[in-house]
């Protein structure tokens, strides 16, 4: 970078970070950004390397430093309560509109002129209080039981669309301001898909699974889930508004997210058409609503109406009804997974229910089964909620038949007779039996060659018909597939037999860290297989390593690696690992290519969530020469902090006085020298 003076470095220092921040309020509050990301990202590091050279302008509020050095050694074990200074208070709620009638009725006895009304939408998530001093963010904080709550603040700085600075200087120097931390569908579906992929068990709606993700530990697990924030009711002294909507106008303002589908309207026949028009569009959302949330706008009003003990006179809730129909429970299967649990699965007697005719619905376990107490013949409520996969709430016991029967859960395979296991701690029951289930065999194989694995091009159809002819019974088997083999299956010609043999051939050149996928192995999901294969390099390594190596890993818990370890004990797999590394497939990462050696003489930890992934800025740094490790020592050189890393490295960095830099002073390091 060309010389520049320090005044003309201090002005452009304060240019910068407040075009940053209002780049960062147009991409995550009103969703529209104005520049690239590319040009967004010169921006930033040209702020990063002026900070550099001159270190007396750095400052906590820069951009530079968003979420990373804030939440430094924020690490919550365990939440700190803290008392609201205003209880956090719930609302009256009602499914028809006669109660709504009322509710206006009972306003005007106390309010004689003609009300307007905000209409919000009621977001269904987990109720969160912030408080704002002198514009930055203090505290974040639960319900819990409405007069303390849980200080989750390290846990809500991840969340991309909370400012923790607030945008111009007309806020009042301390207001709290609340609303809902909520999981938009997509957010909540690619979790659920993740957990069912590694065996955990699925969060049963958007809502539980963001009270749940505010909840975790540790704040860089909480910044990969996709919550999101919308603020609805703002509290504080002397506050300079007269009405609601012009509170949040404001808030919205100061760069805080809001809802965009609020309405202030000034009759209750309005207040319906609203309800009318989101009882049928919510359907269309993105995330998750339960209803309506009426409040009376004039702010003096709202004093005049009050509060009872447990909510607020001048609001109300209005709850859609989830769509539930009742049908019978004809019979329950007992399907084995992959990688051998067991999912108790209910057969009903088909029933139309919002679009759709459902016939079957998952029960998940067997405490599940024990909690609806469910029997054969019952008459059970099924719903759709945020969820997409219908689920079976309640059992009406009033129509219980005389003969419904008990379900017995099965003690053996249904698939192969062998007995099943449970472990402790875990809600599934297991075929253990992997090796010779042939249920779990050909899901195996699906699992090989689906898309993200392996990439061959076959169905389910043709590894039923492989396994059944018996030429299929272990991985490897696939690559000694021949021609004239291929020719004996129903239908199948040259043109598709080469198709297959062509479509084997070229998987042999699928990445390492797809093949580590590939192979199936309990807890391992894609995501964790890249992981592995990145920090190990190759499966000789994966294997060597002991459990103790493997949890160094921040992504692997006792879990994965007990069961990693268990999958290499088996000697049927280390065959297999022969066998298919004798057919060609990789079993070693690519080495990354050199770019540079700037980096030649750094030891580098990396922790914390990235703009890419972890393992590319691993990769970054490799290709520039420089080394990492996992864990802080006397020998490293930088410490690269993400969002949210790691408090027991940001301590022992600075105790060492390790240098910690944000992944733009890491780019920055390599940019100077080029
Ligand atoms: S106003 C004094 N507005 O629904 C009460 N609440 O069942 C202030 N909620 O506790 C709450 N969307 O957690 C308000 N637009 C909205 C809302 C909303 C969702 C939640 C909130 C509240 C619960 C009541």
Redesign the pocket.
């Known amino acids: 970078m060309a010389k520049i003076s320090k005044t003309a470095a201090k002005e452009r220092i304060e240019q910068l970070r407040k075009e940053i921040n209002g780049h960062n309020y147009n991409y995550y509050v009103l969703n529209s950004p104005v520049i690239s990301d590319f040009e967004f990202d010169l921006m930033l590091q040209e702020l990063a390397s002026l900070e550099k050279m001159f270190p007396e302008f750095a400052s906590p509020d820069s951009p530079t430093m968003k979420v990373g050095s804030d939440i430094a050694g924020k690490k919550t074990f365990e939440f700190a309560t803290r008392t609201h200074r205003y209880p956090?208070?719930?609302?009256g709620?009602t499914y028809s509109r006669e109660e709504l009638a009322e509710f206006s009725d009972r306003i005007a006895k106390t309010i004689p002129e003609r009300c307007c009304y905000s209409c919000?939408?009621?977001?269904?998530g987990t109720?969160i209080c912030l408080t704002y001093r002198h514009g930055r963010l203090a505290y974040a904080v639960t319900?819990g039981d409405g007069v303390k709550g849980d200080d989750v603040t390290a846990n809500v700085m991840t969340i991309k669309s909370i400012p923790q600075q607030l945008e111009g200087n007309d806020y009042p120097d301390e207001f709290e301001i609340?609303g809902?931390i909520y999981m938009p569908f997509d957010a909540f579906n690619r979790l659920n898909a993740e957990r069912e992929e590694i065996d955990e068990r699925p969060f049963a709606n958007p809502r539980n699974a963001a009270s749940g993700s505010l909840k975790l530990q540790d704040s860089s697990e909480v910044a990969t889930r996709g919550l999101a924030c919308v603020l609805?009711?703002m509290l504080g002294e002397d506050l300079p508004f007269t009405t609601h909507s012009e509170a949040i106008a404001a808030a919205k303002s100061w760069g805080l997210p809001v809802?965009e589908h609020s309405r202030v309207v000034d009759s209750i026949d309005e207040v319906y058409r609203y309800i009318d028009y989101w009882d049928t569009e919510r359907r269309k959302l993105p995330f998750p609503i339960d209803g309506i949330?009426i409040?009376v706008n004039r702010l003096d009003w709202q004093r005049r109406l009050g509060y009872t003990a447990k909510?607020?006179r001048w609001?109300t809730?209005y709850k859609f009804k989830p769509d539930r129909a009742l049908t019978k429970l004809l019979s329950i299967d007992y399907q084995v997974g992959r990688t051998g649990a067991i999912t108790p699965v209910a057969n009903l007697d088909p029933v139309p229910l919002s679009g759709t005719i459902v016939k079957r619905a998952s029960l998940h376990n067997k405490d599940q089964m024990d909690l609806l107490d469910i029997r054969v013949g019952d008459f059970v409520f099924v719903e759709k909620g945020g969820e997409i996969i219908p689920k079976i709430t309640e059992v009406d016991l009033s129509k219980r038949p005389a003969d419904a029967v008990v379900p017995a859960f099965p003690r053996f395979c249904p698939d192969c007779g062998a007995e099943l296991v449970r472990d402790e701690g875990q809600a599934k029951h297991y075929c253990p039996n992997s090796n010779n289930c042939p249920v779990q065999i050909k899901s195996g194989f699906v699992h090989f060659i689906s898309r993200k694995a392996m990439d061959i091009l076959a169905g389910d159809a043709t590894i039923d018909q492989l396994y059944e002819k018996g030429y299929i019974r272990h991985l490897s088997d696939l690559y000694s597939l021949t021609k004239e083999q291929l020719l004996t299956l129903d239908g199948w010609k040259d043109r598709s037999a080469e198709n297959l043999l062509a479509s084997l051939e070229k998987s042999k050149s699928v990445p390492f860290n797809r093949v580590f996928y590939a192979l199936g192995i309990r807890h391992v999901g894609e995501a964790n297989a890249k992981l592995l294969a990145a920090h190990f390099g190759s499966i000789d390594a994966i294997m060597a390593a002991d459990r103790d190596a493997l949890v160094q890993i921040d992504e692997v818990g006792d879990i994965m690696a007990d069961s990693i370890i268990r999958w290499f004990a088996d000697p049927v797999n280390l065959e297999q690992i022969q066998k298919l590394k004798q057919a060609g497939l990789k079993f070693e990462q690519e080495k990354t290519k050199k770019v540079s050696d700037t980096l030649s003489d750094s030891i580098f930890v990396v922790s914390g969530v990235f703009s890419v992934s972890r393992e590319e800025i691993k990769q970054f740094i490799e290709s520039h020469g420089g080394k990492t490790t996992s864990s802080v020592s006397g020998h490293t050189t930088y410490l690269v902090a993400g969002e949210a890393p790691g408090g027991e490295k940001i301590k022992k960095a600075e105790k060492l006085g390790t240098k910690i830099i944000t992944e733009e002073q890491l780019r920055g390091l390599v940019a100077d020298q080029i």
Request: charged share 30%.
């Open positions: 956090m208070l719930s609302l709620n919000e939408l009621k977001f269904d109720a319900r609340r809902e609805y009711h809802s949330v409040k909510s607020p609001a809730a």
